[in-house]
C-alpha cells in the first residue's frame, strides 16, 4: 500500500485539519465528536441540513459544507458509518430554531446511527426529519444495504435541498424536496480497477486485467456482473440504458446529468464517457439542463465512473442554479 | 491497459466532444484544426490569452477557458506538443486586435511549436508575446526540457494573466505580469505510481512497492531520486524545503498554494497534505493567502501530488479574486 498518509488510523482527521485549513472562510471542523460545520452556524431561522457517512468519498460530504449546501457533514473511519453522538452534536449544533434536515445514504449502519440520533435530537426539542436515499439502480440488495444503495443523486439532492433552506423553505417543505429529489434521481456505476481502505492494506476486490465490474458499489461491493472490458460508447450505453428504464426517464423530460469519477479515473476519460452520455440521452428526446463532469463521490482512487440522472422540475432547476460556496461546489459567489 | 476511452487514438478527439457538450455556454471546441476557444471570442479590443500542451493533464489546459481566464487553449495528443497550426489558428481566433499574449510550459516540443505559430501570426500582423514558465525546482534539465519544467505555476499565471486581459491590461502589462509570476512560482512533484498513455498501453515508468520517484515530471520523467515511501509528513516536508530554499521564500512573504493531485490520488490525502504543508509553511512566518487543492494539472491517472507556491503582491492577489467562469475553476459568477 501506498498512500500519502502518515498513520492510518489517523487519516480522516488528519484530513479533516487540511480541509480547515484551507477553507476557514467557509467552515470549521469539530474533533470531539468528528463533524464539518459551516463557519456561521447555526444560521437563525433557517432550517439545518445535514449529511454523512464513512469516509474515503471525498469531496462527498464535508467538501459539500458551506452556504447553500450542506451545514454539516458527520465523517466516519473509511467507508465506516458514523456515530450516532457525532451525527446528534452535528444536528445541534446546526439547529438555527427551524429544525434539521438529515439526507442519508441507505446504508444499514448509516440508517441506524442517523435513526438514533434523530431520536436523540427530538427528545431534545429538535425537530429531524430524515430523507433516505436509494438512487442506486444496479443491485436491489448488497452486502451493507436491504434495498437499494444510496449514491450519486445525493450529491443532487444536498446541493438543491440546500439551496431550499438558505431560500427559507421549512422543515417539511425540505423535506418533501428532498424525498422528490431522491424519487427523480437514478444512479449506477462500474470500476476498473479497486481501491485500498488505509486501515486494512489491500484492495477491497481483485479484476483481472480485462474485467471491469458493472454496477459496482462505493465501498467496492459487488454489482451485477464481472464482464470483459468493452468500450467507452459500449459501457456508457449500458449503464444509461439500465438507468433510463428505470424510472423511467421519456422523451420531453430535462434532466440534470452527473458524470462522475470513482477517484482515479483521469477527467480526460470522463469527459470522454460524458460525450457518449450526452448522445444517448439525446437520441431518446431527453434535454441535459445541467451537468457535473468530475470527482463528486469517490471511492478514494478506485478506477471507474457512475452515471446519475435526476428528471429535474423548474424548482430544481432554479434551487440547482442558486449561489452556493462550498470546497467543491462553487457558483454565483 | 484498461481505460474508459473508444480508440486509442481519438481520445483526444473525443474527449474535447465531451467538454464541448458539457460547457457550451463556456466554450466551443474547433476540430480542425483543434482548438478549444471561448464561446464568445475574439473579444474586442482585449489581450487574447492562449496556452496549450500535450493531453493528459486535464483540467489544465481546456478546462481554464473561459471568462477571466484563458481564451483558447490548444491541446495535442497525449503528451505530446501541440502543433504550430493550431496554435496559429486559435491565436488568430481569440485576437480582438489588442494582440495575444501565449503561456508556454517550458518543454522543447511546445516552446518550438509555440515559437513558430508566434512568428506566423506576427508575420500577419497579430502582436504575440510569449512568456515560458519554468517554475519546477525538482531538476535543471530533463528528458524533454532545456532548463527547469514548467508545471503547477501555469494554472496561477493562466488565472492572474486572465483576470489582468479582462479587466482590460495591454499587452506588454499582460505579459510582464506573467513574467513576474513565472519568476515568483516553485513547484515540484513526486509519484506514488505511475501512469499509462492510451496510444502505448504500458506504464511509462515502474516504481517498486515501496518506492516513490521525489521530484517527477507531469510525463513521468525522472525526478531527483527514488526513495522508500515515508510518511506524508515527511514528503511534504521535503518537497516544501526544497521549493521554500530555491526562490527562496522568506518570514513576511504572503503565498498561493496549490496541493495539486497527479490524478490518480484521492483528495483525502491531498487534504492531509496540505495541512502538513500549512503547518510547514507557517513555522516559517509565511501566510497562505489563497490556495487551491485538488486536481489542476494531472498527469492521466498517475498517483501523486506536486506542491506550487507563488509568492503573491497585491496586485496578483487581487486578480487572483477576480471572477472566473471555466469547467474547472469558477467564482463570482
Known amino acids: 500500500m501506498k498512500k500519502l498518509i502518515n498513520d492510518p488510523q489517523e487519516v480522516v482527521r488528519e484530513s479533516l485539519a487540511g480541509l480547515a485549513a484551507a477553507h476557514a472562510e467557509i467552515l470549521r471542523v469539530s ?67 427551524a429544525g434539521v434536515l438529515h439526507i442519508v445514504k441507505n446504508y444499514t449502519g448509516d440508517i441506524l446511527n442517523f435513526e438514533m440520533a434523530a431520536e436523540l435530537c427530538q427528545a431534545r426539542g429538535v425537530p429531524v426529519e430524515s430523507v433516505v436515499i ?31 433552506a438558505q431560500r427559507g ?43 471491469v465490474e458493472m454496477g459496482i458499489g462505493i465501498h467496492g461491493e459487488p454489482g451485477r456482473e464481472r464482464m470483459p472490458i468493452r468500450t ?27 458524470v462522475n469519477g470513482m477517484g482515479g479515473t483521469p477527467l480526460l476519460e470522463l469527459y470522454l464517457v460524458y460525450g457518449e452520455l450526452a448522445q444517448v440521452i439525446r437520441s431518446r428526446g431527453i434535454a441535459i439542463a445541467r451537468r457535473l463532469v468530475g470527482n463528486y463521490i469517490t471511492s478514494l482512487e478506485m478506477a471507474g465512473c457512475s452515471i446519475t440522472l435526476l428528471k429535474a422540475d423548474d424548482e430544481m432547476l432554479t434551487l440547482w442554479d442558486d449561489p452556493v460556496l462550498t470546497p467543491a461546489l462553487r457558483w454565483g459567489i
Chains 1, 2 share one sequence.
Open 31 to 97: 474533533l470531539d465528536p468528528v463533524y464539518v460545520i459551516r463557519a456561521d452556524a447555526p444560521v437563525a431561522g433557517k432550517v439545518g441540513v445535514v449529511s454523512g457517512g464513512g469516509s474515503g468519498h471525498e469531496p462527498m460530504h464535508g467538501g459539500f459544507v458551506g452556504k447553500g449546501m450542506l451545514d454539516a457533514a458527520c465523517p466516519g473511519q473509511v467507508f465506516t458509518s458514523p456515530t450516532p453522538d457525532q451525527i446528534e452534536a452535528a444536528t445541534s449544533a446546526v439547529n438555527g430554531g
Open 169 to 211: 423553505y421549512d422543515l417539511a417543505r425540505v423535506a418533501a424536496l428532498a424525498r422528490r429529489v431522491n424519487a427523480n434521481g437514478r444512479s449506477m456505476g462500474m470500476a476498473l480497477n479497486p481501491c485500498t481502505v488505509p486501515a486494512a492494506g489491500k484492495p477491497g476486490f481483485t479484476l483481472r486485467d480485462d474485467e
Open 232 to 258: 467507452a460508447h459500449e459501457l456508457t450505453a449500458q449503464m444509461a440504458a439500465t438507468i433510463l428504464s428505470d424510472l423511467p426517464f421519456a422523451g420531453g423530460d430535462r434532466v440534470i446529468a452527473m
Open 134 to 164: 436509494n438512487d442506486d439502480v444496479a443491485v436491489e440488495d448488497s452486502l451493507y444495504t436491504a434495498g437499494r444503495r444510496g449514491v450519486g443523486t445525493t450529491v443532487l439532492a444536498e446541493k438543491i435541498c440546500g439551496a431550499a
